[in-house]
């Protein structure tokens, strides 16, 4: 059932290595059909060479797999809890992309250094404090997600559409599994500049507020008129 959701996403995971997103089988694209309230999500530690599209993992809104050979993959309750939490959301993808999560590991959010960042991303990329010890044990990858969406209460999860958890890596989402991989790209361009960026100039600043919303609301929201106007 759903192959055509299944063959997306297969292909959606395929971009994970295709970008040098991902090292052996890390990383994870799912995508949701909202109408069946299933997902489909890559099994769990199956070599991206021999991954194909009926290998995808086809689970319900309650965490149940509706179709599958494999297990799905074991970040599978936070992307549950995401799709939950942000109901305009049809993909998420996590990865351990090195630069993303070099700037997780240090527990810091990345600050707008510029418009590569602005124009996916509306200020500051926040980074998600660590669970507790109780919180690991009582279920590490949903709480995971719960603490994102708690990230999210006072934010705007379509404009910042990605966060870094502390000490561990990005997730990022997006309409759908291919936008979710395309942010987290864009996230791991912008991450390695921002890095990059304090090397040179230790006491760099934000870019200004006007430069941010210049590019950010040229692309995006009612008065957008970045491209060819297709939407
Ligand atoms: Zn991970």
């Not at 960026?197 to 870019?207: D, F, G, R, S, Y």
Request: with cysteine; proline share 6%; glycine share 8%.
């Amino acid at each position: 059932m759903l192959e055509e959701l299944k063959k997306r996403v297969y292909e959606a995971n395929m971009l994970l290595p295709k970008y040098k997103m991902v090292t052996f089988t890390w990383g994870n694209v799912s995508e949701i059909d909202r109408e069946a309230g299933i997902f489909a999500i890559k099994p769990s530690g199956v070599d991206y060479d021999i991954l194909k599209p009926e290998d995808m993992v086809l689970v319900d809104l309650e965490g149940n797999v509706v179709e599958g050979e494999y297990n799905p993959s074991s970040d599978t309750p936070t992307h549950l809890e995401l799709y939950k939490a942000f109901p305009k959301i049809g993909g998420v993808v996590h990865t351990h992309s090195p630069w993303a999560t070099s700037w997780a590991q240090a527990g810091r959010g990345i600050p707008c250094y510029g418009t590569t960042h602005a124009d996916y991303m509306y200020g500051e990329i926040p980074c998600a404090r660590c669970l507790t010890k109780e919180e690991i044990d009582a279920g590490y990858e949903k709480n995971t997600g719960l603490l994102i969406a708690e990230e999210f209460k006072n934010r705007d999860y379509e404009a910042v559409p990605c966060v870094l958890c502390k000490n561990h890596g990005p997730f990022t989402w997006g309409k759908d599994g291919h936008e979710a991989v395309h942010n987290a790209v864009v996230l791991e361009e912008v991450a390695k500049m921002a890095a990059r960026c304090e090397m040179i100039n230790p006491q760099v600043q934000p870019a200004p507020q006007e430069i941010q919303d210049k590019h950010y609301y040229r692309k995006h929201g009612a008065n957008a008129y970045y491209g060819q106007g297709k939407k």
